[in-house]
T-cell receptor, first 115, second 109 residues
């Protein structure tokens, strides 16, 4: 089934540890995104990539980094995790960016707890 | 600043009709989206409006008034499986999506 695969599904992490959340899509979408979702808040964009080889900062990029070496993969790295990064992380993709009817397809999410 | 407002929670009865409102203030407008998110799952696309008026898709309809900065999602013949959060999002002038916090819809038998 075409879509987005995220791993891990859930993780408990000690503060200060490095963590990479993996995201792979098989739809050949150009654009990919990382969001975090916290109770009572809307989805917030962390980083995005309009096409392979390029990345950009979203609304809340501090403490996170991404890379886009190819079309399919878009990993998110927390260099030194802090408790405020406890959240549910969603990877998403769209056929193209910077256009109107830009429908996002989301992965199932990664629930991260930083202690 | 940019802002999307929608009610935090709504309750409705199975078989009834419910309207979920969304008001927005954004820098520019390139369309409004509604997504459905069941608890513990990913959001899934429901509708996209860029012109004023009503778009109907089965039991779900979405309305947009750009002059009022207002949209609503109308759900008819409610089913228990419609219990979910409904997210409103606006594409601003830079083609960035601004998300509301979502409306949790509880359906009672």
């Amino acid at each position: 089934i075409a879509g987005i695969t995220q791993a891990p599904t859930s993780q408990i992490l000690a503060a200060g540890r490095r963590m990479t959340l993996r995201c792979t899509q098989d739809m050949r979408h150009n654009a990919m995104y990382w969001y975090r979702q916290d109770l009572g808040l809307g989805l917030r964009l962390i980083h995005y990539s309009n096409t392979a080889g390029t990345t950009g900062k979203g609304e809340v990029p501090d403490g996170y980094s991404v890379s886009r070496a190819n079309t399919d993969d878009f990993p998110l790295t927390l260099a030194s995790a802090v408790p405020s990064q406890t959240s549910v992380y969603f990877c998403a993709s769209s056929e193209r960016s910077l256009s109107g009817a830009n429908v996002l397809t989301f992965g199932a999410g990664s629930r991260l707890t930083v202690l | 600043g940019q802002n999307i407002d929608q009610p935090t929670e709504m309750t409705a009865t199975e078989g009834a009709i419910v309207q979920i409102n969304c008001t927005y203030q954004t820098s520019g407008f390139n369309g409004l989206f509604w997504y459905q998110q069941h608890a513990g799952e990913a959001p899934t696309f429901l509708s996209y409006n860029v012109l004023d008026g009503l778009e109907e898709k089965g039991r779900f309809s979405s309305f947009l008034s750009r002059s009022k900065g207002y949209s609503y999602l109308l759900l008819k013949e409610l089913q228990m499986k419609d219990s979910a959060s409904y997210l409103c999002a606006v594409l601003d002038s830079n083609y960035q999506l601004i998300w509301g916090a979502g409306t949790k819809l509880i359906i009672k038998p």
